[in-house]
């Protein structure tokens, strides 16, 4: 505790009106909601690169990032950071009846249900009576979190296809439409109504591919994060391959580009 304590002194000193950081005076819970984000994000790429020093690191920066928060609610009196710790372990302990309590369980299966349950109950508490299976799914999370969140409730319900087969045949059916929209403009037309539609075919396919994600049981964001590293990786390679030749890219024809990208797709992905 002597640690965090001087973790919450410092950013208390940070703050502070007669001697404090200038920056971190400026600073609301709305401009430092962004830096938030970055860190929990920086956290999960130190976890997939499996560099435990720099998640060290990032998990530390998270950490300052909720201390911060707290330390804003502490001014404004709404609440302490103690009131955080003591929140989220009574939250653990009563999600937890299997553990902390005489609930049976037997399986992981079972304990989410039971998390489930536990939620809507808390949710009632708190005045909020919506009955739908889509309750307390926040819209505060990056939105294809929030897809893949929206489609596993609604699955529950039973209202899900069988396997990926279908999923597929509605991402090929969403694309058709999406591509219709393409051809309109193709053909000249430019209004804000093609595109407003092209905006709403597009999330279709975004929200197909999110299922489809569910459906393989994959991470939609873990995927993503996979395919951001690869185009990085090879388009630095053609840059790499362009300049000993004395070339820049912006000075090469798209056919030479091609080929370039076609040479890193032959090489081994770091991971």
């Known amino acids: 505790m002597a640690l965090i304590n001087q973790l919450i002194d410092i950013m208390a000193r940070l703050r502070d009106r007669d001697g404090g950081c200038p920056w971190d005076l400026e600073q609301d819970f709305g401009s430092i909601a962004p830096y938030t984000i970055e860190?929990?994000?920086?956290?999960?790429?130190?976890?997939a690169r499996n560099d435990m020093p720099d998640l060290k690191d990032e998990l530390g920066d998270l950490l300052f990032q909720v201390v911060f928060h707290a330390q804003l609610a502490r001014e404004a009196g709404a609440f302490e950071f103690?009131?955080?710790?003591?929140?989220?372990?009574?939250?653990?302990?009563?999600?937890?009846?299997h553990v902390f309590g005489d609930?049976?369980?037997?399986?992981?299966?079972?304990?989410?249900?039971?998390?489930?349950?536990?939620?809507?109950?808390?949710?009632?508490?708190?005045?909020?009576?919506?009955?739908?299976?889509?309750?307390?799914?926040?819209?505060?999370m990056p939105e294809w979190i929030r897809a893949t969140k929206l489609q596993s409730r609604a699955a529950r319900t039973g209202f899900d296809w069988p396997d990926y087969k279908p999923v597929l045949a509605k991402?090929?059916?969403?694309?058709?439409?999406?591509?219709?929209?393409?051809?309109?403009?193709?053909?000249?037309?430019?209004?804000?109504?093609?595109?407003?539609?092209?905006e709403e075919e597009l999330g279709d396919v975004l929200f197909v591919v999110a299922n489809l994600a569910r459906h393989a049981n994959v991470d939609v964001g873990k995927a993503l994060r996979g395919a951001n590293a690869k185009f990085e990786q090879r388009f630095r390679g053609m840059e790499t391959?362009?300049?000993?030749?004395?070339?820049?890219?912006?000075?090469?024809?798209?056919?030479?580009l091609t080929t370039l990208w076609n040479a890193q797709k032959n090489k081994p992905i770091s991971r």
């Open 241 to 256: 391959d362009a300049s000993r030749t004395g070339q820049q890219l912006q000075e090469m024809r798209l056919e030479e």
């Open 39 to 47: 860190e929990a994000y920086e956290v999960a790429d130190a976890i």
């Open 82 to 97: 103690e009131d955080v710790v003591r929140a989220i372990n009574e939250k653990m302990i009563r999600r937890h009846p």
């Open 103 to 140: 609930v049976d369980v037997k399986d992981a299966e079972a304990v989410l249900v039971n998390w489930n349950a536990t939620k809507a109950e808390e949710r009632k508490a708190r005045g909020d009576h919506d009955p739908s299976a889509l309750a307390g799914i926040s819209r505060g």
């Open 171 to 198: 991402l090929r059916e969403e694309v058709d439409e999406l591509e219709a929209e393409f051809d309109q403009r193709a053909q000249g037309v430019e209004t804000a109504e093609l595109q407003q539609r092209l």
